[in-house]
C-alpha cells in the first residue's frame, strides 16, 4: 500500500492515476480544512502523533513508500515525512509543483517569510489583497494603519488586522473577478505556492501593474522529487 500526504489538487490527481491502475492507495489529510475534497481511495485525516507516531504508522499498516504531496509551505510534515522514512527505510518521493516565476512585465518582491512580509508590506501600499492563508493572518494583525481584504476557504480565527473585509472563496479563480478584487487595493500578497489553480490573481496584477508581494517557500529535506503527477506515477510503478 502507498501512503500519500495530501491534500493538494496534485495529491488528488496522483491518488486517481493510482487508484486506477489498481494500486492501493491510502491519502492522509491534515483536517486543517471544514469540507476537504475528497480523494480516490482510501482516506484518513488528521495528524500522526510527529515523526515517531508517523514511523509507527507506517510499520503498522505496511506502507511500501510513501508519496509527500502537501502544500509547498506545509513543512512540518515534510519534516515529519522525512525523519520517518529514514526511520523505517521507507522510499519517499517528493511531489512538488514548480514555484510561480515573475515575468519581464511583473512587479514582484520577495519576502523571506510571513513576517518579513509584514515588514515590508506597509512600503508597498495602504490596501492590501491578502491571499497567504488564514493560518497567516496574526502576522499581520498588528498592522492597524492598513487595510485588507482577506481571502480565505474556511473562516478564520482571531487575531486579525483591525481594518479587513473577509472573504470566503475556494479556487480556482477567474482572471476577470481577480482583476475587480485588485482593482480595490494597492498590492497583492501570496505564497509562492505555484500550480495553476490560483495563478489568475497573478496575471490580473500583471495586467494592472499592482506589486506582489510574495513569500518564498521554506525548506524542505533532501529527498527524491517529482515535479508532475506521471512521474510520481511512474516512480510510484517502479517500485
Known amino acids: 500500500m502507498i501512503l500519500i500526504l495530501g491534500g493538494t489538487g496534485e495529491a488528488r490527481k496522483l491518488a486517481e492515476d493510482l487508484t486506477a491502475r489498481e494500486v492501493r492507495v491510502v491519502s492522509s489529510l491534515a483536517?486543517?480544512?471544514a469540507r476537504p475534497r475528497l480523494p480516490a481511495g482510501e482516506v484518513r485525516v488528521g495528524g500522526f502523533g510527529g515523526p515517531e507516531g508517523l514511523a509507527t504508522w507506517l510499520r503498522e499498516n505496511d506502507i511500501e513508500a510513501v508519496v509527500d504531496a502537501t502544500h509547498p509551505f506545509a513543512e512540518r510534515i515534510g519534516a515529519n515525512a522525512a525523519k520517518a522514512a529514514e526511520l523505517t527505510g521507507t522510499p519517499l518521493l517528493r511531489l512538488a509543483r514548480p514555484g510561480w516565476q515573475p515575468g519581464p512585465e511583473d512587479v514582484w518582491h520577495w519576502a523571506d517569510d510571513l513576517a518579513d512580509a509584514a515588514r515590508k508590506l506597509p512600503e508597498l501600499g495602504n490596501r492590501v489583497f491578502l491571499t497567504s492563508g488564514r493560518q497567516g493572518l496574526p502576522a499581520f494583525a498588528h498592522l492597524d494603519d492598513l487595510w485588507f481584504l482577506i481571502r480565505c476557504v474556511d473562516p478564520p480565527e482571531p487575531p486579525l488586522?483591525?481594518?479587513h473585509e473577509l472573504i470566503l472563496a475556494r479556487g480556482p479563480y477567474e482572471v476577470a473577478a481577480e482583476r475587480e478584487l485588485l482593482g480595490r487595493v494597492d498590492v497583492l500578497v501570496t505564497k509562492d505556492s505555484g500550480g495553476a489553480q490560483t495563478s489568475a490573481k497573478l496575471t490580473a496584477a500583471r495586467e494592472l501593474r499592482k506589486p506582489v508581494l510574495v513569500v518564498r517557500r521554506p525548506p524542505r529535506p533532501v529527498t527524491e522529487t517529482a515535479a508532475?503527477?506521471?512521474?510520481?506515477?511512474?516512480?510510484v510503478l517502479h517500485r
Open 161 to 163: 488586522p483591525r481594518h
Open 31 to 33: 483536517g486543517r480544512v
Open 228 to 235: 508532475t503527477v506521471p512521474e510520481a506515477v511512474d516512480w
